[in-house]
């Protein structure tokens, strides 16, 4: 019982360390009134390296989406998560306008 209890402690002080390491809200964009990209990343440099150098399989290599046009730092991994989601829903509606 007792390793159980300490295995519960270590993991949870882990996953708090994770959840308010700082990290980036960031947008990409393709071209000029191109397409858009929201993500988030704890090491903004890495990340934005990665999608211009298309190291992954995915939706920015495709559309070769890979300028960062805005970022904001934000206290930790859940708030950039959450803003994520809000860019993401104004980037939609965004879209519905321009239709």
Known sequence: MILFK???FTQSRFLFCILTFMAYVYILASARNGTLYVG???????????HKNDFVDSFTSRHKVNQLVWFEQVDSILSAIQREKADQGMEAGMEDQVD
């Open 6 to 8: 300490t295995a519960l």
């Open 40 to 50: 988030v990343a704890n090491d903004l440099i890495a990340r934005v390296y990665q």
